[in-house]
């Protein structure tokens, strides 16, 4: 009991120790097993945590003379990845286990020196200057690294080349999925837009009164962009055609959702018939009887290989050659902006979501 009360008002020296920052992606943080000080601790319902991290990689992203190198850019891509930021204090015999935890925490570490570290230590941007540790690795979980290598397995196939140094995404540890109902919400929003882009495409405009007496939920979701779309009477044709893309991104919810049985290869543009048949003959109420969404692997799956798909067109279009295997860059850039919706990339409304290859 003595020494319990001594440890409540005279807390352990740590003069000694290592203070390290931890910034880990995963959901669930491991339990360090080696003797540590726990200074503090930071996960995504903290709201100091955002701006801490946008702090720090604002700190990162003019370090270096402000050259934006690969590794630098990996780092930032990192830390908007963050779900628990933990502050440890640790004794210098601890490291080798401390780095099976930040391994198993997928954490880059920031140490007293100002210097930013792989799992294993190795120093990934130093204090001063671009020259890290060449062997240093911005971690990613093994799921992540599997999906890479299938995806660059199915991209060989069909004789589609991208560097191998385009990084694995997010995967399951880190995931954190929109619900089977806001999926639901979005997908109606972006039908009920779409339809009027298309009737006003068409020469047969469909009133957007009709619209919402038609499909009163879908109006509950809409975005602010969409809002302002609809409520033009005559919207110029560059933002008619932007909207009629959105059939694109329609087919990826409806997949999502189950409500498609795939997504076919994206080198020609969906079938918009099938996608109308499948909210009209099944109607709101009935769409949302069975809801749920397709398992997160297959998700996951579909994000990584349609990333560096999306990748190939962007390179093709920049070089000014064609697009590899017959590829669509409209499609792909809708497909991967649901996607990336998905699985709240830069956690960003729809509005505001990037596609970055």
């Known amino acids: 009991m003595l020494n319990r009360i001594k440890q409540l008002f005279f807390p352990k020296d740590t003069s000694n120790h290592i203070l390290i920052n931890a910034y880990c992606t995963v959901?669930?943080?491991?339990?360090?097993?080696?003797?540590?000080?726990?200074?503090?601790?930071?996960?995504?319902?903290?709201p100091e945590l955002p701006p801490h991290l946008n702090g720090f990689m604002n700190h990162l992203a003019q370090a270096g003379q402000g050259q934006m190198t690969q590794v630098r850019y990996h780092v930032i891509r990192h830390l908007q990845r963050v779900q628990q930021h933990v502050s440890l204090s640790i004794e210098p015999g601890a490291m080798d286990s401390f780095a099976a935890w930040a391994e198993a925490a997928n954490a880059v570490v920031f140490m007293e020196d100002g210097s930013v570290?792989?799992?294993?230590?190795?120093?990934?941007?130093p204090a001063a200057g671009d020259n890290g540790d060449p062997k240093a690795v911005v971690p990613y979980p093994p799921q992540a690294w599997r999906r890479k290598a299938r995806s660059d397995e199915l991209l060989a196939a069909y004789k589609i080349m991208v560097p191998a140094t385009l990084p694995p995404l997010v995967s399951e540890p880190e995931l954190r999925l929109r619900a089977p109902e806001d999926v639901l919400r979005r997908m109606l929003a972006l039908f009920v837009v779409a339809i009027r882009a298309e009737s006003l495409a068409g020469g047969?405009?469909?009133?957007?009164?009709?619209?919402?007496?038609?499909?009163?939920?879908?109006?509950?979701?809409?975005?602010?962009?969409?809002?302002?779309?609809?409520?033009q009477e005559e919207p110029s044709e560059q933002?008619?055609?932007q909207f009629l893309w959105r059939y694109e991104a329609i087919l990826v919810l409806q997949w999502v959702l189950g409500l498609q049985d795939a997504l076919p290869f994206a080198d020609a543009i969906c079938d918009v018939a099938a996608i109308s048949r499948t909210v009209i003959e099944r109607g709101t109420d009935g769409l949302r009887k069975q809801l749920a969404m397709r398992p997160a692997g297959e998700l996951l799956d579909a994000l990584d290989l349609h990333y560096r798909l999306h990748w190939a067109t962007r390179q093709a279009i920049l070089k000014k050659t064609p697009a590899p295997a017959g590829l669509n860059d409209g499609v792909l850039q809708e497909r991967h902006l649901a996607l990336n919706w998905l699985v709240r990339f830069e956690d960003r409304d729809w509005d505001d979501v990037d596609t970055p290859t």
């Open 27 to 46: 959901a669930d943080v491991p339990k360090p097993g080696f003797p540590h000080v726990l200074n503090a601790r930071r996960g995504l319902s903290d």
């Open 117 to 125: 570290r792989d799992p294993q230590g190795r120093i990934l941007l």
């Open 204 to 231: 047969r405009p469909i009133a957007v009164d009709d619209l919402q007496e038609r499909f009163p939920p879908a109006f509950a979701g809409l975005t602010d962009v969409e809002r302002a779309y609809l409520a």
């Open 239 to 241: 933002e008619t055609a």
